[in-house]
């Protein structure tokens, strides 16, 4: 019996070392930020902001953080992807400060009280491989073939070689966009190849003949073929101009209107200053070389 | 500390570390099942397994395209894998000279190092090109394909686990069918095969186990699109190909997101189904030994 009760106990202590193992492990990580949000020093812009979503995004916003803590280096900041709904759905829930989506709004998340503040344009450029001889496209065209209703380049003024389409998942923003600023409403057919990412559907799109599809413009290489929008190829000018339609704009979504160290941010990303050094470098539009509306 | 108090710390210590593993599967088990089976609060059982309309956009979340395609490229790749792969053991273990055994086995471990990701990037850049020339198919992606890489995929699997199977059939059996005035092949086909059959079984099943479990190879190579195939060389999608797709930009707690937590419950039954059989097998063979 005594025999049996020292086992039980061992057994006990054993696990109790390791869940305190365990434990030990996320507190650890925990302390470092604990302490810094204690050192307080007065009249400065402090404290943390938490922001995900577009990954899109994500590097212009990570030159942003840099270059902000060379100002404020009493802020933290956590920029983590995830997606532009997935950023809506966590700021509209408060898991972070600031929500970072490169599409609208979702329906069902207009009566949370979030407060979009515009921070790029986002261009896409549509792009074929090398040997489809088209140059233009006309967006019903592109609707056509997109919805799968054209098979064949050469019902577009191309050669006899079957179309195939090479796009983003239903979960991209990408998509999202490419279906409300040309599709507006139809759907895409599922005859189509999906590739994860920007540059895996550059990839795919250079090395298969006939394939068309799109990117978002600092993609746009060498290696594929950029295709006109109803004859305007895609410049800043030809946008600023209202020419050129294909780009959305990218959001920063906040729960109310933004303050402290989160609006600081906010204003620094928005800033002409930063804008001009970075966005365009970046393969975005300007704030200020956006159409007006 | 005396001998035998570390003698039982440690052995407890190993006794933590068995229920810790058992402790972790159940809850794998039951993560997966609570945040799967929430599906059903939007999406009829019907839509799901017998409809092949995945729409998020709408609210339809049918899976039946991403099921039947992992079942499918499962089959076909185990069809052109298993034959392949049994007659490699058979070679390796009965009928190679010794130094080439040497040299064959180890040659097939390292097949087992080699990476999904690499298979999947040879195969975007070699065998989508060939089967897109070869066979003068539009794009190239698609079950073809992503079989003819699944085949390669799970023949080391195959071959190691076969030819340890082919490898413990008694000599006497063979040497008593041989004298008896059989051939060599007759030998092989009516004694050793039939007698490393359960074996055999276990390494084509567990080869299925991998197959329909691939990822990244699969993702890369099927084109990943919601549709029922119309032949061998269109584009489709498989269950975990659909889930590591759509995952990463899928909020977590939607209908959506949990429809892909359903996907990944029925990929670990199918899963789990295919261990069962293979233990089912293989406590046959005990009893015939």
Same mark, same amino acid.
């Given at each position: ?293 | ?17 068995? *229920?810790? &593993?058992?402790?972790? !599967?159940?809850?794998?088990? =039951?993560?997966? %099942?609570?945040?799967? /089976? ?109 079989? *003819?890489? &699944?085949?390669?995929? !799970?023949?080391?699997?195959? =071959?190691?686990? %076969?030819?340890?199977? /082919? ?109 069962? *059989? ?12």
């Amino acid at each position: 019996m005594t025999n049996l009760m020292k086992k039980t106990l061992g057994l006990a202590l054993t696990m109790l070392v390791g869940m305190s193992l365990v434990a030990g492990c996320g507190s650890s990580t925990g302390k470092p930020a604990a302490s810094k949000d204690a050192a307080k020093a007065p009249a400065k812009i402090e404290g943390k902001v938490t922001a995900s979503g577009s990954t899109a995004l994500l590097p212009l916003l990570k030159v942003g953080q840099e270059e902000f803590y060379k100002l404020h280096d009493k802020v933290t900041i956590n920029i983590s992807g995830g997606g532009s709904f997935t950023g809506q759905k966590q700021a509209a829930s408060g898991a972070v400060n600031i929500g970072n989506s490169d599409v609208d709004l979702a329906a069902d998340l207009k009566d949370k009280g979030l407060v979009g503040t515009d921070l790029v344009g986002i261009p896409f450029v549509f792009i074929v491989n090398s040997d489809v001889s088209v140059d233009s496209l006309t967006t019903a065209q592109y609707v056509d073939i997109l919805t799968g209703k054209i098979k064949n380049w050469k019902d577009v003024g191309g050669k006899d070689e079957k179309i195939t389409i090479i796009h983003r998942a239903k979960s991209s923003g990408s998509r999202a966009t490419i279906a409300a600023k040309v599709l507006k409403g139809k759907e895409f057919t599922d005859d189509a190849i999906i590739q994860d990412s920007n540059g895996a559907v550059r990839s795919a799109i250079a090395t298969t003949p006939g394939a068309i599809g799109y990117v978002d413009a600092a993609y746009v290489d060498k290696t594929v073929k950029p295709l006109k929008f109803e004859g305007v190829a895609y410049t800043i000018d030809a946008v600023t101009a209202g020419k050129y339609p294909v780009y959305t704009v990218g959001h920063m979504f906040t729960k109310g209107q933004p303050a402290g160290a989160v609006k600081a941010f906010i204003e620094y990303v928005t800033s002409k200053d930063f804008q001009d050094k970075n966005v365009e470098k970046q393969g975005f539009i300007p704030l200020t070389k956006l159409p007006k509306k | 500390m005396d001998k035998k108090k570390i003698d039982k710390l440690a052995s407890q210590l190993f006794l933590v570390a068995a *229920l810790l &593993l058992g402790v972790i !599967i159940i809850a794998i088990l =039951i993560f997966m %099942s609570k945040q799967g /089976l929430v599906t059903f609060k939007d999406v009829s059982p019907q839509e799901f397994f017998f409809s092949a309309v995945w729409s998020p956009d709408n609210n339809k979340f049918g899976a039946l395209s991403f099921i039947i395609g992992s079942l499918l490229v499962t089959l076909t790749a185990t069809l052109v894998g298993g034959p392949l792969g049994i007659l490699s053991s058979l070679f390796i273990a009965k009928l190679a000279p010794g130094w080439m055994r040497n040299i064959l086995k180890p040659a097939v471990n390292l097949y087992m190092a080699i990476p999904s990701v690499v298979y999947g990037f040879i195969g975007l850049t070699v065998v989508v090109p060939w089967v897109r020339n070869f066979f003068h198919v539009a794009g190239g992606f698609g079950i073809f394909t992503t079989s *003819l890489i &699944l085949a390669i995929m !799970i023949l080391p699997t195959i =071959i190691s686990i %076969s030819t340890d199977a /082919l490898g413990g059939v008694p000599r006497e059996l063979e040497e008593g069918s041989l004298a008896l005035g059989a051939t060599y092949w007759q030998t092989m086909w009516h004694i050793v095969l039939p007698t490393a059959m359960p074996g055999i079984a276990t390494a084509i099943v567990l080869g299925m186990a991998r197959a329909i479990g691939e990822t990244m190879a699969v993702q890369m190579v099927i084109g990943n699109t919601p549709q029922l195939p119309k032949s061998i060389f269109s584009p489709t999608s498989t269950l975990p190909s659909e889930i590591v797709v759509e995952m990463g930009n899928t909020p977590f707690g939607s209908a959506w997101g949990n429809s892909l937590f359903l996907m990944a419950l029925v990929l670990l039954i199918i899963s789990l189904l295919l261990i069962l *059989l293979v233990r089912k097998i293989s406590a046959g063979k005990e009893v015939r030994a």
